[in-house]
């Protein structure tokens, strides 16, 4: 039996590619997204995988979205925790909304969307939990004060949760991806991203939302299971942490 993959924020960017590549490796796969139908409706005919709206920063809408995967597909043994928004801004100008906004979606979203699985999981002596973080959370980024917290807070989760079900069979791992060529860099205004983030990559390009998904692939398999609590960095060596 295939194992079910469910990937938050899965219809669009990052997730969409990292959806794709699960299913093209032969998981069952379930894509989340958050409120984006017209997105959502087209990459499901596209592929063909399955999407449901949930908000992953509530946790009633998680338990019953994740509820409503695990009936129709069964079990969710693969989680990758990709869900995320930004709403950049100079913390001496921030406002509470911007903050919270990414706080909620963010990092909230590692209890509301783990916590309905992560019993399934360790009772089954199986699970893979990926997170999406980013280079800014390891080293920070002007403009993403609340970001860069979020981002940096999930490594921490990922290294309790770790911990705590490495006797279980469950691995917790985070991808920290760098600048990749997708809608949420290219928000980024253009001249800010030629004149100050491309020249610090030295590979000398934008990534690709298909390197991330390799990565995905790679800690997702049954013989990644001695990986736990560990962070890769895809970024073209734009910083080496
Ligand atoms: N790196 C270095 N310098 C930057 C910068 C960056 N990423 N962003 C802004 N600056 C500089 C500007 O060039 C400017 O410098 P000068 O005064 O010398 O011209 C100064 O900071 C102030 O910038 P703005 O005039 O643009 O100020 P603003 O208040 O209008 O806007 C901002 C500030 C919201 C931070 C805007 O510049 C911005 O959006 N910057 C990009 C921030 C960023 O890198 N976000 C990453 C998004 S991608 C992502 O999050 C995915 C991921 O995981 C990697």
Same mark, same amino acid.
């Given at each position: 039996?295939a194992?079910?993959?469910? $990937?938050?924020?899965g219809?669009?960017?990052?997730g969409?590619?990292?959806?794709?590549?699960?299913?093209?490796?032969?998981?069952k796969?379930?894509?989340?997204?958050? %409120?984006?139908?017209?997105?959502?409706?087209?990459?499901?005919?596209?592929?063909g995988?399955? $999407?449901?709206?949930?908000?992953?920063? !509530?946790?009633? #809408? +998680?338990?019953? #979205?994740?509820?409503?995967?695990?009936?129709?597909?069964?079990p969710?043994?693969?989680?990758?925790? /990709?869900?995320g928004?930004?709403?950049?801004?100079? *913390?001496?100008?921030?406002? *509470?909304?911007q903050?919270?906004?990414?706080?909620?979606?963010?990092?909230?979203?590692?209890f509301? +969307?783990?916590?309905?699985?992560?019993?399934?999981?360790?009772?089954?002596?199986?699970?893979?939990i990926?997170?999406i973080?980013?280079?800014?959370?390891?080293?920070g980024?002007? %403009?993403?004060?609340?970001?860069?917290?979020?981002?940096?807070g999930?490594? #921490?989760?990922?290294?309790?949760?770790?911990?705590?079900?490495?006797?279980?069979?469950?691995?917790?791992?985070?991808?920290?991806?760098?600048?990749?060529?997708?809608?949420?860099?290219?928000a $980024?205004p253009?001249?800010?991203?030629?004149?100050?983030?491309?020249?610090?990559?030295?590979? %000398?390009?934008?990534?690709?939302?298909?390197?991330?998904?390799?990565?995905?692939?790679?800690?997702?398999? !049954?013989?990644? %299971?001695?990986?736990?609590?560990?962070?890769?960095?895809? /970024? #073209?060596?734009?910083?080496?942490?």
């Amino acid at each position: 039996m295939a194992r079910v993959a469910l $990937v938050t924020g899965g219809t669009r960017g990052i997730g969409e590619a990292i959806s794709i590549a699960l299913m093209r490796a032969g998981y069952k796969v379930a894509a989340n997204y958050g %409120g984006n139908d017209e997105a959502a409706n087209k990459f499901k005919d596209e592929t063909g995988i399955p $999407v449901y709206k949930f908000d992953v920063s !509530d946790p009633a #809408g +998680c338990e019953a #979205g994740i509820r409503a995967i695990e009936s129709e597909h069964g079990p969710v043994e693969i989680l990758v925790n /990709n869900a995320g928004i930004t709403r950049d801004g100079m *913390f001496h100008k921030m406002t *509470f909304d911007q903050w919270s906004a990414v706080i909620r979606t963010n990092l909230d979203s590692m209890f509301t +969307c783990t916590r309905p699985v992560i019993d399934g999981m360790r009772s089954r002596n199986f699970g893979r939990i990926i997170i999406i973080s980013s280079i800014n959370g390891q080293k920070g980024q002007m %403009g993403q004060a609340n970001y860069s917290a979020a981002k940096a807070g999930v490594i #921490g989760f990922a290294k309790a949760l770790a911990q705590e079900n490495a006797n279980k069979g469950v691995t917790v791992n985070v991808i920290a991806p760098g600048y990749i060529g997708t809608e949420m860099v290219r928000a $980024v205004p253009e001249e800010v991203l030629k004149s100050k983030i491309l020249p610090l990559i030295p590979v %000398g390009r934008l990534g690709e939302a298909e390197e991330i998904a390799r990565s995905v692939l790679f800690l997702a398999g !049954d013989d990644a %299971g001695f990986i736990t609590g560990s962070t890769l960095s895809v /970024n #073209g060596g734009q910083y080496m942490a």
